[in-house]
């Protein structure tokens, strides 16, 4: 009996590695890389015919873009800072609003929720409660700064099908004013 045990185990793990429901089949990986190669090429595009006015440009190494168009001031963000800021995120691709914490651009795009709260957005830095794009963007700005900030899909929602406003794999833009941290 004991040697059957063994053996009985090995019968169920092989039988269910053969199932074609088998939970552990998560698919093909994420593609990162290439993702990004994608995005980076749209993203060139749209900086080339984009009118956003900016006193200068960051290039972070991830492939986030942080246009600054006014200049905060203090010491940026570190993880573990509770970051506080009005945005508003836009599909780059067609510039249609996704999101926003102001009722009256809610309203103006047709995404207003009734009794959802349009108030200041507050998020701990670094925690991993917003996309990515957003922690590495908010690690590189001052409090009091408006920028631009593009994110390509890795940094956002990857090719996640959950969000009826946001399709698979969008490279994504948010106005932001950054309010202050604590």
């Known amino acids: 009996m004991k040697k059957l045990v063994p053996a009985l185990v090995i019968l169920f ?6 199932e074609p429901n088998n939970p552990f089949n998560t698919g093909p990986a994420y593609d990162v890389e290439g993702n990004l190669a994608i995005d980076s090429v749209k993203i060139a595009s749209y900086l080339d015919t984009a009118q956003v006015d900016s006193l200068y440009r960051i290039h ?3 492939g986030v873009i942080i246009i600054v168009q006014e200049e905060g001031e203090g010491s940026r963000p570190t993880g573990g800072n509770i970051a506080y800021t009005d945005y508003t995120g836009s599909l780059m691709e067609t510039g249609k609003v996704f999101d926003t ?5 809610a309203r103006e795009n047709d995404i207003f929720v009734e009794g959802a709260s349009y108030s200041l957005f507050k998020f701990v830095v670094g925690a991993g409660n917003v996309i990515t794009g957003w922690d590495i963007a908010f690690r590189r700005i001052r409090p009091k700064t408006k920028a631009r900030i593009i994110i390509p899909s890795p940094y956002a929602y990857r090719d996640a099908e959950n969000n009826s406003r946001i399709p698979a794999n969008s490279v994504l833009i948010f106005d932001i004013y950054f309010r202050g941290i604590d």
């Open 101 to 105: 914490n102001n009722e009256l651009i």
């Open 13 to 18: 793990f092989a039988l269910l590695s053969c």
């Open 60 to 62: 972070d190494p991830s």
